[in-house]
């Protein structure tokens, strides 16, 4: 067989038995494409899968004596029969065509397929062993008959005389010994006479004969439609439905005005496996349409008549939002229970009386959890005995804290159909007065206890016996609310509060104080040593991470303790705890702190400090004091750097690591944010004013609370609009934990014109993630490597490394903290630019500052 009759027999096999398939075959040293309506070369010298294939269909190596001979994509399972014969076929040694070949090629005799031969008239000239099985023919009997004797679809196709392939739909055959049976195949044209090609198709007539019959017994309209919504089979009522025999499914006269895309729809999701339902009104009768797959790619499509059924649920809705609207307009609990005691109905009044789910209440459960008085009969068994329970006041209790005073009476109904319960509340207000007690005793966000109730139950305690108070407070809290908002640190407080019941006894006690302190009542501590235990545990309690948002967060917690002896004042306990509790906070996050004679002295004093601090910021008894930043080349003032300091009338000139920590327990950091940067600036353009031609530089210093800090910003941004060069140092340290919010002020900042300065660069926590986050303008060199720089070469590398660093990013460098000659010119010789310290000058007033801009300071000797 020559490899043109190879291809040639493979295409008119997928015409017969996978008109969808394709076969990549290798002939004659190129990969040809081969499909029912023909071959074609793809230029291709090696089979290789198509991605498309591999996305969908069904893939099968044919194989010949272990060699790889083509590649056959369908897109259903691939029978045998064609599998085989694709093998036989393609697998086939290539030789000269015989005479008895068709078309050159071999006949192919041990195919599965049953072929014939005819001239142009139908004549059978030749046959192989599968037609002569197929049809019923002893060997002879069908070379020179008439095909068109015993195969009904060859009329049609001798008439037509096509050029190219002929499908031959399903149809019986005919004659002797062959009743029942079906065919289906091909007919195409071979050197002016016909390749017939057929399969067997009994079975698919007979299932198809079995789906008609279901069809005609379903008793409403049903039908079997495509994919495209094409009607291939429709039942008796399914015509009756619809006299005018629509072809299609989307046909607008079978729908009563549905939109036809709401039908295609619906046959999507069906053919895609989910059957769909429709609701649809067809001369004047209501019907629900389902949907659902069947054999083939099918849909089957069967209505079903709601008219009668949709007249009786009305009429039962209708009973029943009577009887809805009559259970709610009342304001007594009325309950429906079957004959066996069963509730079958239950108004809202009665689910707010129980206090349970009605549905749930059975005559075996509702005894048991619900409390009745001694000889008396619950309800549902009265009605399950067909009973009467006349008015009886009694106290129901379905949850153990909320008694109910119910007047309670039960009734038969007629007919045996059970009986109906009236429950009447006698007492409102007493349930009112238990809630405000509830309300009294805890805090509304954690629902631990408020303040109030551990006073109280502090007091009752230490009646009889010593305690410990322990007083937990969330470190970085305001943080928590400036960066993640109200509700994340509400999150985090819930948290706090259920990490802290679980660590604890029943009988300790654990309150909200404020609003991030919380209380502890520890019953019988006295011992340090235990005390400090149950403080660590607290502290191992904050390790897991809190989900408060898309990132993970840890906390960390300070912790306060004061050992009670019994008879002491409640009040005065918790408040030196809260004492301990401060001192802790001065020593740094994550603290704990044991309660000591003097703590109380040191708060006080702080507490006074607190209050003339506050005094001074309103009565603006605060000062800023302005160091001169020089420029190392010529000594010239380039810029002030702006330092707070408190004249205190009895304490003399604090600077802030004396206040600052007061003013920020005290809730003030922002108001002395603003109240510098409102100074600075105002300072600025004084200058300005004064001396047009001095155009140094204000730096104001920023701390990242203050960054995250949304008011605060918002002042920052408008001071920034309106005063002349302004320079803002952010100090590394928690910058990289603040999330972008902090780098996104930064960002803002510089966009309106502010220069930024990265300061105390080269201590313990400097990165390069702030530099490559943040374009800052210049680097400033911590003080404590300035006061080593003269100590070693080594030390005078890290400054240098760090001056070209910075001048690679085209960032100046500045040195703070110089003191000495020689500090100043080490310095230089580093690569440093600028730099301030007490060799020039220390922080001066206003008037002196200007002073020292306008008369060149001179750089020291040496």
Same mark, same amino acid.
């Given at each position: 067989?020559?490899?043109?009759?190879?291809?040639?027999?493979?295409?008119?096999?997928?015409?017969?038995?996978?008109?969808?398939?394709?076969?990549?075959?290798?002939?004659?040293?190129?990969?040809?494409?081969?499909?029912?309506?023909? @071959?074609?070369?793809?230029?291709?010298?090696?089979?290789?899968?198509?991605?498309?294939?591999?996305?969908?269909?069904?893939?099968?190596?044919?194989?010949?004596?272990?060699?790889?001979?083509?590649?056959?994509?369908?897109?259903?399972?691939?029978?045998?029969?064609? /599998?085989?014969?694709?093998?036989?076929?393609? +697998?086939?040694?290539?030789?000269?065509?015989?005479?008895?070949?068709?078309?050159?090629?071999?006949?192919?005799?041990?195919?599965? =397929?049953?072929?014939?031969?005819?001239?142009?008239?139908? @004549?059978?000239?030749?046959?192989?062993?599968?037609?002569?099985?197929?049809?019923?023919?002893?060997?002879?009997?069908? /070379?020179?008959?008439?095909?068109?004797?015993?195969?009904?679809?060859?009329?049609?196709?001798?008439?037509?005389?096509?050029?190219?392939?002929?499908? #031959?739909?399903?149809?019986?055959?005919?004659?002797?010994?062959?009743?029942?049976?079906?065919?289906?195949? @091909?007919?195409?044209?071979?050197?002016?006479?016909?390749?017939?090609? $057929?399969?067997?198709?009994?079975?698919?007539?007979?299932?198809?004969?079995?789906?008609?019959?279901? $069809?005609?017994?379903?008793?409403?309209?049903?039908?079997?439609?495509?994919?495209?919504?094409?009607?291939?089979?429709?039942?008796?009522?399914?015509?009756?439905?619809?006299?005018?025999?629509?072809?299609?499914?989307?046909?607008?006269?079978?729908?009563?005005?549905?939109?036809?895309?709401?039908?295609?729809?619906?046959?999507?999701?069906?053919?895609?496996?989910?059957?769909?339902?429709?609701?649809?009104?067809?001369? *004047?009768?209501?019907?629900?349409?389902?949907?659902?797959?069947?054999?083939?790619?099918?849909?089957?499509?069967?209505?079903?008549?709601?008219?009668?059924?949709?007249?009786?649920?009305?009429? !039962?809705?209708?009973?029943?939002?009577?009887?809805?609207?009559?259970?709610?307009?009342?304001?007594?609990?009325?309950?429906?229970?079957?004959?066996?005691?069963?509730?079958?109905?239950?108004?809202?009044?009665?689910?707010?009386?129980?206090? =349970?789910?009605?549905?749930?209440?059975?005559?075996?459960?509702?005894?048991?959890r619900t409390r009745w008085p001694a000889g008396h009969a619950a309800p549902p068994a009265v009605v399950a005995s067909g009973g009467t329970l006349p008015p009886e006041e009694i106290t129901l209790t379905p949850r153990a804290d909320a008694?109910?005073?119910?007047?309670?009476?039960?009734?038969?109904?007629?007919?045996?159909?059970?009986?109906?319960?009236?429950?009447?509340?006698?007492?409102?207000?007493?349930?009112?007065?238990?809630?405000?007690?509830?309300?009294?005793?805890?805090?509304?966000?954690?629902?631990?206890?408020?303040?109030?109730?551990?006073?109280?139950?502090?007091?009752?305690? $230490?009646?009889?016996?010593?305690?410990?108070?322990?007083?937990?407070?969330?470190?970085?809290?305001?943080?928590?609310?400036?960066?993640?908002?109200?509700?994340?640190?509400?999150?985090?407080? =819930?948290?706090?509060?259920?990490?802290?019941?679980?660590?604890?006894?029943?009988?300790?006690?654990?309150?909200?104080?404020?609003?991030?302190?919380?209380?502890?009542?520890?019953?019988?501590?006295?011992?340090?040593?235990?005390?400090?235990?149950?403080?660590?545990?607290?502290?191992?309690?904050?390790?897991?991470?809190?989900?408060?948002?898309?990132?993970? /967060?840890?906390?960390?917690?300070?912790? *306060?303790?004061?050992?009670?002896?019994? +008879?002491?004042?409640?009040? +005065?306990?918790?408040?030196?705890?809260?004492?301990?509790?401060?001192?802790?906070?001065?020593?740094?996050?994550?603290g704990t702190a044991l309660f000591e004679a003097g703590m109380h002295e040191a708060a006080r004093q702080e507490l006074e400090l607190l209050e003339d601090f506050r005094a001074a910021l309103r009565d603006e008894g605060l000062e800023l004091?302005?160091?001169?930043?020089?420029?190392?080349?010529?000594?010239?003032?380039?810029?002030?750097?702006?330092?707070?300091?408190?004249?205190?009338?009895?304490?003399? #000139?604090?600077?802030?690591?004396?206040?600052?920590?007061?003013?920020?327990?005290?809730?003030?950091?922002?108001?002395?944010?603003?109240?510098?940067?409102?100074?600075?600036?105002?300072?600025?353009?004084?200058?300005?004013?004064?001396?047009?031609?001095?155009?140094?530089?204000?730096?104001?210093?920023?701390?990242?609370?203050?960054? #995250?800090? /949304?008011?605060?910003?918002?002042?920052?941004?408008?001071?920034?609009?309106?005063?002349?060069?302004?320079?803002?140092?952010?100090?590394?340290?928690?910058?990289?934990?603040?999330?972008?919010?902090?780098?996104?002020?930064?960002?803002? #900042?510089?966009?309106?014109?502010?220069?930024?300065?990265?300061?105390?660069?080269?201590? +313990?926590?400097?990165?390069?993630?702030?530099?490559?986050? =943040?374009?800052?303008?210049? !680097?400033?060199?911590?003080?404590?490597?300035?006061?080593?720089?003269?100590?070693?070469?080594r030390q005078q590398r890290i400054v240098g490394g760090i001056a070209q660093l910075a001048t690679q990013l085209g960032m100046s460098v500045i040195a703070e903290g110089i003191e000495t000659a020689a500090q100043l010119q080490a310095l230089?010789?580093?690569?440093?630019?600028?730099?301030?310290?007490?060799?020039?000058?220390?922080? !001066?007033?206003?008037?002196?500052?200007?002073?020292?801009?306008?008369?060149?300071?001179?750089?020291?000797?040496?």
């Amino acid at each position: 067989m020559t490899p043109g009759d190879q291809l040639a027999r493979a295409a008119a096999l997928l015409s017969a038995h996978a008109p969808g398939g394709e076969v990549l075959a290798l002939s004659g040293g190129l990969v040809y494409r081969v499909h029912a309506g023909g @071959t074609e070369a793809t230029g291709a010298a090696t089979l290789e899968v198509p991605d498309a294939w591999l996305d969908a269909g069904h893939l099968h190596w044919v194989m010949r004596a272990g060699t790889l001979v083509g590649l056959l994509h369908t897109p259903d399972v691939p029978g045998a029969a064609l /599998t085989g014969a694709l093998e036989a076929l393609l +697998g086939a040694p290539d030789r000269p065509a015989a005479p008895g070949d068709v078309e050159g090629g071999v006949w192919l005799p041990d195919l599965p =397929v049953a072929l014939a031969l005819t001239d142009a008239d139908g @004549t059978v000239q030749q046959v192989n062993h599968a037609w002569l099985t197929l049809l019923a023919l002893e060997p002879g009997a069908a /070379t020179g008959s008439d095909i068109r004797a015993y195969v009904p679809q060859a009329r049609a196709a001798l008439f037509e005389r096509r050029q190219a392939a002929l499908p #031959l739909a399903r149809a019986a055959l005919v004659g002797a010994g062959r009743a029942g049976r079906s065919v289906r195949g @091909t007919v195409r044209p071979a050197r002016g006479g016909l390749v017939w090609a $057929l399969h067997d198709a009994t079975d698919e007539a007979l299932a198809d004969d079995q789906v008609d019959a279901v $069809l005609q017994a379903v008793p409403g309209p049903a039908v079997i439609a495509q994919a495209d919504g094409r009607i291939v089979r429709a039942n008796a009522a399914f015509r009756a439905l619809t006299p005018a025999r629509p072809r299609t499914l989307t046909d607008a006269r079978v729908w009563g005005g549905l939109p036809s895309a709401r039908v295609r729809d619906a046959l999507a999701e069906a053919l895609g496996g989910v059957p769909a339902t429709l609701a649809v009104t067809h001369a *004047g009768r209501a019907y629900d349409v389902r949907f659902c797959a069947s054999a083939g790619g099918h849909a089957a499509v069967l209505w079903a008549d709601r008219t009668a059924a949709n007249a009786r649920d009305r009429a !039962l809705r209708a009973a029943e939002a009577t009887l809805d609207a009559v259970l709610r307009a009342t304001h007594d609990g009325v309950l429906l229970l079957d004959p066996a005691g069963h509730v079958q109905r239950a108004n809202h009044a009665a689910q707010e009386l129980l206090g =349970v789910d009605p549905g749930g209440l059975t005559p075996d459960t509702w005894s048991a959890r619900t409390r009745w008085p001694a000889g008396h009969a619950a309800p549902p068994a009265v009605v399950a005995s067909g009973g009467t329970l006349p008015p009886e006041e009694i106290t129901l209790t379905p949850r153990a804290d909320a008694p109910r005073h119910l007047l309670v009476r039960a009734d038969p109904l007629p007919e045996d159909f059970g009986g109906v319960v009236a429950l009447h509340d006698l007492t409102p207000q007493r349930r009112s007065t238990l809630q405000l007690q509830q309300r009294a005793t805890s805090d509304p966000l954690t629902s631990v206890a408020n303040r109030a109730h551990f006073l109280e139950r502090l007091d009752g305690t $230490l009646r009889d016996a010593p305690a410990a108070v322990m007083v937990v407070s969330v470190d970085g809290f305001r943080d928590v609310q400036a960066v993640l908002g109200p509700a994340a640190a509400d999150r985090l407080l =819930v948290e706090v509060a259920a990490r802290l019941q679980r660590l604890f006894r029943d009988r300790d006690l654990v309150a909200r104080l404020a609003e991030d302190t919380f209380a502890v009542l520890l019953w019988g501590v006295q011992d340090p040593v235990n005390a400090a235990r149950v403080a660590q545990r607290v502290h191992a309690a904050m390790l897991p991470t809190f989900r408060l948002g898309r990132t993970p /967060t840890t906390r960390t917690a300070s912790v *306060g303790l004061a050992l009670v002896p019994a +008879g002491a004042n409640a009040e +005065g306990s918790v408040q030196d705890a809260l004492t301990a509790l401060r001192r802790a906070q001065g020593r740094g996050v994550g603290g704990t702190a044991l309660f000591e004679a003097g703590m109380h002295e040191a708060a006080r004093q702080e507490l006074e400090l607190l209050e003339d601090f506050r005094a001074a910021l309103r009565d603006e008894g605060l000062e800023l004091h302005y160091q001169p930043i020089l420029r190392l080349a010529d000594g010239r003032v380039v810029a002030f750097e702006a330092f707070l300091r408190w004249p205190h009338p009895t304490r003399g #000139l604090l600077s802030p690591d004396k206040f600052l920590h007061v003013a920020e327990t005290g809730g003030l950091s922002r108001a002395v944010g603003l109240w510098v940067v409102q100074a600075a600036t105002a300072q600025q353009r004084a200058w300005r004013s004064a001396h047009p031609h001095l155009r140094t530089r204000m730096n104001i210093n920023l701390s990242v609370r203050q960054l #995250l800090d /949304t008011p605060l910003v918002s002042d920052l941004v408008t001071h920034a609009r309106s005063a002349p060069d302004l320079e803002f140092e952010v100090t590394e340290t928690g910058l990289l934990d603040s999330g972008s919010a902090a780098f996104g002020t930064l960002d803002t #900042l510089r966009n309106l014109g502010c220069t930024l300065t990265l300061d105390d660069f080269g201590t +313990g926590t400097s990165s390069l993630t702030s530099l490559e986050r =943040v374009a800052f303008d210049r !680097l400033k060199v911590d003080r404590a490597l300035t006061a080593r720089v003269t100590g070693s070469e080594r030390q005078q590398r890290i400054v240098g490394g760090i001056a070209q660093l910075a001048t690679q990013l085209g960032m100046s460098v500045i040195a703070e903290g110089i003191e000495t000659a020689a500090q100043l010119q080490a310095l230089r010789h580093a690569g440093c630019t600028h730099g301030q310290g007490f060799l020039f000058a220390r922080p !001066l007033l206003p008037e002196e500052a200007v002073a020292f801009a306008l008369t060149d300071a001179p750089e020291a000797s040496g």
